[in-house]
């Protein structure tokens, strides 16, 4: 290999599998209709942080509405049928609303939202209700119930439902994160502070840590051109970053669960806007430019732009 070879970096790219194989096959499943081997698949992993991760990617396959209906029809005693079909109906609904504010999506547009959403709260409760162990359908309950804006107090029940059956669930954090912010009726004070009191609560090493970097990313958000930036590189927030850090990603226990990228992508943003330049390489080098569009599209359209333009600046 030639000097310049290696040193050329990775060509940054999303990928709609996450680079994992399981994921590709049960979302090629779910494009050719395949539910024997999809259930096949899904009912391998035991309920928990992994099998929500691999089932919200399935879920946003197109297409899906048209034929899971008719499996839950020849499967009426199936949780796992109809556990997909909500998970889907989720992701389906907010197809319909699309990203934009309240302000810009139409009447239309929210009728839709809101049918699809109150169907899959009722596939979701029955699926809870005949897995009464299973947290994953607590996990899309709290998505569809921001959705048709259950209120906070039915939304912190949802979430403590989720946490019972699995107390460092990731996704159920982030869900009930996401409640409490200012843009879903919270404040920037609620949000920090479920976030930091979360991480404590979890192991060292867990996936908890992310909290407070999402947190840190929906303020620097929130705040005006000048004041973002002075905001995220504050020492004390930079401080909290680092906390962070070191009791999740960069912790020998944390290793690399399966939904790692996303939360080293989430690390990588957030050091780089609070310039610090030598952690956000880290990971970076790490992601060999594995880029994931969530949180990347908050700085634009396309995430693999914002991804290359700041692993420059790192260096990494």
Known sequence: MSFLGRFTRPAP?????????????????????????LRERLAGIPDGQ?????????????????????????EPDSALALLVSGAHRVSWAWEARTGYRAVHVSQERFRTFHERLRVAEEELYE???????????????????RGLQVGQ??????????????????????????????????????????????????SEGGPLGELVALAHLEHWLELDGGEDMAYIRRPDVVAELHEAADRSVR??????????????????????????????AELFNALEGRVTEFPWEYLSGDPTKAFSKWRAKAGG
């Open 50 to 74: 992994e099998r929500t991760w691999l089932l919200a990617r399935v879920a946003d396959v197109e297409g899906i509405e048209t034929w899971i209906p008719a499996v839950v029809a020849a």
């Open 127 to 145: 699926a809870a209700e005949r897995e009464p162990d299973w947290v994953t359908p607590w996990y899309f309950l709290q998505r569809a119930g």
């Open 251 to 280: 912790h020998p226990a944390y290793g690399r669960p399966r939904d790692w990228l996303s939360t080293y992508n989430t690390f990588a943003m957030a050091f780089s806007l609070a310039g610090e330049k030598k952690a956000a």
């Open 13 to 37: 790219r999303v990928d709609a599998d996450s680079w994992d194989p399981d994921l590709a096959r049960m979302r090629a499943a779910a494009v050719r209709r395949d539910w024997p081997a």
């Open 153 to 202: 107090e039915t939304s912190r029940l949802r979430f403590e439902a989720a946490v019972r059956r699995c107390p460092e669930h990731l996704g159920s954090h982030e869900q009930q994160l996401q409640q409490v912010c200012s843009k879903w009726s919270g404040s920037h004070e609620e949000m920090h502070a479920f976030a930091r009191t979360s991480m404590l609560k979890g």
